[in-house]
């Protein structure tokens, strides 16, 4: 599950802009971009590994009929967080790897036009992602 885990983080680390690594305060490996998250990865009490990842309400509702193994976003809202289950049966990383996107996708889309440039501005230049986190 660990594989699992790590390689949507390094997937969400490849996308345009941002940032992943551990967010000390929580223990626990996010991904940002400019100062929003838009993947968490986080133990559950039950001992399953589950990735957080931010949609839209609609999007929301549709990948919890479709995927068996994902459900409400834990320890978030619910209307706009769901949580894949790593270690859930049927488990499917492409489509996993999608919902990282789209949540990254969102949250870009979420950020005033000025950060959003600035982020992909730095991004094409080569300058690294910087951990800057708000919710």
Same mark, same amino acid.
């Given at each position: 599950?660990?594989?699992?885990?790590?390689? =949507?983080?390094? #997937?969400?680390? !490849?996308?345009?802009? *941002?940032?992943?690594?551990?967010? @000390? &305060?929580?223990?626990?490996? $996010?991904?940002?971009?400019?100062?929003?998250?838009?993947?968490? =990865?986080?133990? #559950?009490?039950? !001992?399953?590994?589950? *990735?957080?990842?931010?949609?839209? @309400? &609609?999007?929301?509702?549709? $990948?919890?009929?479709?995927?068996?193994?994902?459900?409400?976003?834990?320890?978030?809202?619910?209307?706009?967080?769901?949580?894949?289950?790593?270690?859930?049966?049927?488990?499917?990383?492409?489509?996993?790897?999608?919902?990282?996107?789209?949540?990254?996708?969102?949250?870009?889309?979420?950020?005033?036009?000025?950060?959003?440039?600035?982020?992909?501005?730095?991004?094409?230049?080569?300058?690294?992602?910087?951990?800057?986190?708000?919710?």
């Amino acid at each position: 599950m660990v594989a699992r885990r790590d390689a =949507l983080l390094a #997937h969400a680390a !490849g996308l345009p802009g *941002a940032w992943a690594g551990d967010k @000390p &305060e929580w223990d626990i490996p $996010v991904a940002s971009v400019g100062p929003r998250l838009f993947l968490l =990865l986080i133990p #559950h009490t039950d !001992g399953r590994l589950l *990735a957080n990842v931010k949609l839209d @309400p &609609e999007d929301v509702v549709a $990948v919890r009929k479709a995927y068996s193994w994902v459900g409400p976003g834990f320890h978030q809202s619910k209307r706009h967080w769901v949580s894949i289950d790593l270690t859930g049966p049927g488990y499917r990383p492409d489509d996993a790897a999608d919902m990282v996107e789209d949540s990254y996708r969102l949250v870009l889309s979420l950020l005033t036009r000025r950060v959003r440039e600035a982020v992909l501005l730095a991004d094409a230049a080569g300058s690294p992602a910087r951990p800057t986190w708000q919710w």
